[in-house]
């Protein structure tokens, strides 16, 4: 008989997403009476609901009363599954093939020492290359960039995908711009912009904004077309017709712990040509898609939920490093991700909880060295933004974020140190027997 499986999964105003992820739960490979899906409702303020209820009556709805973010609503999901021998964790902007689950429980049962096994996971969409080709020139004065064109918008039909693209090499940062040319990134004279690509989308017209410090010639490649333009200094669009062939890139394949300090997910923004292929061990795993172990978690503990958004899982799995867990990588369990769907990559939001969760997950589990130098340097750094913008007589929103940010780590520092000697002091596990209970 095979294992019976919980699956957690949290739904904020995002009803539609939830639907479709259970959509594809639904056509899994597994026994529908060996899989209990938990839904955890963030109290949204929409009507998902209701939406939810109507749709997928079969799941098992919990309702927050709070928003308890995704470490609370995993931790409420979790103690909400009854009499299951492993519990999955997924997220509603993930889609599952219907062999994802069965290579997960085989990697949790191929040892008593793995406690998670998480799965190949991809973007979405799938991608093509846009190639531009231009003369650099390097500005007058203290910028020592070499700057070929700039890039402020990019439409297929009607649909706006600038903000979509992923800006694969040859870009400098994002910078702000007016009416006519909002936010827009020089190129450094050659530069890859990796174009989100649907099946509707074959032969449709491509529609790219750009413009220059004057009057230059721009090489335009995509697929086997090349077209040769001329771009001026006030921004225009130019058309470019979808072709080549698009490719699968990777979200995550794992985590890494790189220079015993900073997370990084394993593969991100690589075309998927096989590299990732091999199944293995890795630091983390990524709370997009992971099945766990109840004794792992027994062990370890639930998420901290002082993280609320963003780190906690790479929290739960560098505690569990330092508990002598193990993590499988299993390649042949694959998700399509909608990347930072309800907080939006790089908002106000996203960075506050990336900045400040990162030093408390520092704090939990690094060394004491690194965590005080890396605290110390985001002091610094928080205090060059305040000097600056005290300097120009404005606050920008990043300085504020910063402060907010700071602060808040100073304020959850004490705890999360207290939970970093606790978890050092609790005794070990005793070594599992192959073949023991599954939960």
Same mark, same amino acid.
């Not at 140190?417 to 005794?427: D, K």
């Given at each position: ?9 949290? @739904? ?127 500005? $007058?004065?203290?910028? /020592? ?16 995908? %600038?903000?979509?693209?992923? %800006? ?18 020089? /190129? ?49 669009? $130019? ?22 300090? @900073? ?5 991100? %923004? ?48 560098? &505690? ?29 939001? %996203? ?13 939990? @589990? ?62 070990? &596990? ?10």
């Amino acid at each position: 008989m095979k294992p019976r499986v919980g699956v957690g999964i949290l @739904n904020y105003n995002r009803a539609s997403l939830t639907i479709k992820c259970l959509d594809h739960l639904h056509r899994l490979d597994w026994p529908a009476d060996r899989l209990e899906i938990v839904v955890v409702d963030n109290n949204s303020s929409d009507d998902s609901v209701t939406r939810l209820k109507l749709t997928h009556p079969d799941i098992r709805l919990v309702t927050s009363t709070t928003n308890r973010g995704f470490a609370g609503g995993c931790n409420l999901a979790i103690k909400s599954m009854t009499d299951v021998d492993y519990v999955a964790l997924l997220n509603n902007d993930a889609m599952v093939e219907p062999g994802w689950l069965e290579p997960l429980v085989e990697a949790l049962e191929s040892s008593p020492w793995v406690g998670a096994a998480c799965s190949k996971i991809l973007f979405a969409t799938k991608y093509v290359d846009l190639e531009l080709e231009s003369p650099s020139f390097r500005p $007058i004065g203290t910028d /020592t960039r070499d700057l070929g064109v700039r890039v402020s918008g990019l439409k297929i039909g009607q649909d706006d995908r %600038f903000h979509k693209c992923h %800006f694969a090499s040859g870009f400098w940062g994002q910078e702000p711009g007016g009416n006519r040319e909002p936010d827009f990134r020089w /190129t450094d004279g050659h530069a890859v912009l990796r174009v989100p690509y649907e099946e509707e989308d074959v032969g449709t017209i491509c529609r790219l904004r750009v413009s220059a410090e004057d009057t230059k010639p721009l090489l335009v490649r995509m697929g086997e077309q090349q077209t040769e333009v001329e771009v001026h200094n006030m921004p225009a669009w $130019i058309e470019v017709k979808l072709c080549g062939k698009p490719f699968d890139m990777i979200n995550n394949a794992g985590s890494d712990l790189v220079d015993s300090r @900073n997370s990084a997910d394993r593969g991100i %923004f690589q075309p998927d040509t096989g590299q990732f292929d091999e199944p293995g061990h890795v630091f983390a795993w990524c709370g997009c898609s992971v099945l766990l172990s109840p004794r792992y978690l027994e062990d370890v503990g639930l998420f901290d939920e002082t993280f609320f958004l963003y780190y906690e899982d790479f929290d739960l799995s560098w &505690r569990g490093q330092r508990r002598g867990w193990s993590y499988a990588y299993v390649p042949k369990s694959v998700v399509r991700h909608f990347h930072a769907s309800t907080t939006g990559e790089y908002s106000d939001l %996203f960075n506050f909880y990336v900045w400040r969760n990162r030093l408390l997950v520092l704090v939990k @589990n690094a060394s004491t060295a690194i965590a005080v130098k890396e605290s110390s340097d985001f002091i610094a750094h928080v205090l060059r933004h305040v000097r600056s913008d005290l300097r120009n007589r404005r606050l920008s929103k990043t300085t504020t974020t910063l402060v907010k940010a700071l602060i808040s780590f100073l304020v959850h520092a004490p705890f999360a140190f207290y939970a970093r000697v606790r978890t050092g002091l609790r005794s070990r &596990r005793a070594p599992l027997q192959i073949g023991s209970a599954a939960s």
